[in-house]
């Protein structure tokens, strides 16, 4: 199952700043203001000079009627990798996969509920990104994260930046695999050219050895690509493509 994408309009990205504005020079020559949906430093992806694909808006109480959707990579043999920027699509391309019973390890499950609140030793509940139900299987608890960074070993990293909130989630994944539920980590890897997941260990350590200890008590640690589908050279849909390695050991040597 994909998510449809709406008729994009392609243009070069000329700057990202203040975190959510992006100024984008469309093919049609005019210069336009586009909201960047992205808090991470989106290293390796705010790249000028690239082509970018937007989403329209005609809502009145939009302060922009542009969001950047995607962006097209230069790789080193040549081609172009398609990344979405969009970290706000990573759970709704998820949970189509989830529904469509396309991630074989997580699938067979009769209910899927979203945002579930989940009680931990922590100071305060977490919220885990989907919850799997089955009166066989028992039940499941999901947490995505969105993976854009390709170094330029050729390998994915997470996270870009320090992710306080991440490791959060992971302390709330580690405690519920102690207290004997099933408990995944989904990196939801939204760049074409990435071949495999690392902990981002020279961007945060913490994350890092968190990640692992997780690992180590149960938590589940997968990856899956996005692939984006083109018609007539325009991006149409995305959907979770293939499975990818996930290398807990590997370290970036810069």
């Given amino acids: ?47 000028p000079g690239c082509r970018v694909w937007l989403s329209p808006s005609d809502n009145p109480k939009r302060k922009l009627a542009w969001t950047w959707e995607l962006i097209e990579l230069p790789q080193p043999d040549g081609s172009l990798a398609m990344a979405s920027v969009q970290t706000g699509r990573a759970n709704r391309i998820v949970e189509g996969a989830l529904r469509a019973g396309r991630i074989p390890m997580l699938a067979g499950y009769a209910e899927l509920r979203r945002e579930v609140a989940v009680a931990t030793q922590m100071e305060k509940a977490s919220r885990i990104d ?9 039940t499941a608890f999901v947490e995505v994260k969105q993976v854009t960074l390709r170094e330029p070993d ?5 996270p870009d930046a320090v992710s306080e909130r991440g490791r959060k989630h992971l302390e709330a994944l580690m405690a519920l ?29 913490a994350y890092a050895a968190a990640l692992r200890e997780a ?13 984006v589908q083109r018609r007539d050279g325009r991006p149409v849909d995305i959907h979770l493509d293939l499975e990818l390695p996930v290398a807990l050991e590997r370290r970036f040597s810069g």
């Fill in 1 to 47: 199952m994909s998510m449809a994408y709406p008729e994009l309009m392609p243009g070069v990205l000329l700057r990202r700043y203040k975190r959510f504005l992006a100024d984008v020079l469309l093919d049609d020559g005019r210069e336009v203001v586009a909201h960047c949906p992205n808090t991470g430093s989106m290293r390796a992806v705010n790249v």
């Fill in 130 to 138: 989907f919850r799997l139900d089955d009166p066989e299987r028992g």
């Fill in 154 to 158: 050729g390998h994915g990293y997470f």
């Fill in 177 to 205: 695999a102690q207290a004997g539920q099933r408990a995944v980590l989904l990196f939801c890897v939204a760049h074409e050219g990435i071949p495999d997941v690392a902990p981002a260990e020279h961007l945060d350590p």
């Fill in 215 to 227: 690992a180590a008590n149960g938590v589940e640690v997968l990856a899956w690509r996005c692939r």
